[in-house]
């Protein structure tokens, strides 16, 4: 199991998780080693231009959420630069990206999940430039 994967996993779990995924995919919204804290989210309550923790095909993502399928239940997730990697079920979505570099997200705490407040933990990730 990847990192992506264990953070996939708390997060699924109700923690709230700080790490710093690297690639240049969600530039300028996330650099490479930004530190970003991901919270469980409430997928009924997801936009477009929320940034998500989402498996798509098989790989997790920290990317965009940039179309929203409501009657069939599922979110289209894309990087920052045009790149669509795909339709994926609102159960696949973990979490919702609530900080970056400690400047908080707009509108973003309002989507998290209730959890309890010691579940913080800290991970270095791999790349999210997939």
């Not at 990847?2 to 710093?20: L, P, W």
């Not at 599922?74 to 630069?81: A, G, H, L, T």
Request: aromatic content about 4%.
């Amino acid at each position: 199991m990847g990192k992506m994967e264990m953070i996939a996993a708390r997060v699924a779990e109700g923690a709230t998780v700080d790490f710093r995924p690297s690639g240049s995919s969600m530039v300028p919204l996330i650099r490479s080693g930004d530190l970003v804290t991901v919270a469980p989210v409430d997928p009924a309550r997801l936009e477009v231009g929320d940034i998500v923790l989402a498996r798509v095909a098989g790989t997790v993502y920290l990317h965009l959420v940039s179309a929203l399928d409501p009657a069939r239940g599922r979110v289209q997730i894309s990087n920052n630069r045009g790149r669509i990697n795909g339709w994926t079920g609102r159960e696949r979505v973990f979490g919702i990206c609530v900080a970056v570099k400690g400047d908080h997200r707009p509108g973003a705490m309002a989507k998290v999940v209730a959890h309890e407040p010691d579940s913080q933990a800290s991970d270095r990730a791999p790349s999210s430039d997939q």
